[in-house]
């Protein structure tokens, strides 16, 4: 069984900053990719970024290009989401899956002066 946790989302302010964090415990054998994905209301979930820890290669959404950035901690299963410059539009619950296959439980990120 493969646990994913997400933390570090909250209130900010339009041009503020927030750093996500997402760790993976239990069984696992190899992680392959690890990535963010949100959801607004009344919208379907979307990938933000991923990136395959091997290989160091990540990719972005459009709309978070040149504003969040993707890192990762392979010694703690770890994968962040550094988000700046942020718009009330990106406002959402954002989620962290691992290998495309396990979900975390989400956390809310809200945008608003």
């Known amino acids: 069984q493969v646990q994913v946790v997400e933390s570090g989302g909250g209130l900010v302010q339009p041009g503020g900053s927030l750093r996500l964090s997402c760790t993976a415990s239990?069984?696992?054998?190899?992680?392959?990719?690890m990535g963010w994905y949100r959801q607004a209301p009344g919208k379907q979930r979307e990938l933000v970024a991923q990136i395959f820890p091997d290989s160091g290669t990540s990719t972005y959404a459009d709309s978070v290009k040149g504003r969040f950035t993707i890192s990762t901690d392979s010694a703690e299963n770890t994968v962040y989401l550094q988000m700046s410059s942020l718009k009330p539009e990106d406002t959402a619950v954002y989620y962290c899956?691992?290998?495309?296959?396990?979900w975390g439980q989400g956390t809310q990120v809200t945008v608003s002066a």
């Open positions: 899956n691992l290998n495309l296959v396990d």
């Open positions: 239990g069984n696992i054998f190899s992680i392959y990719v």
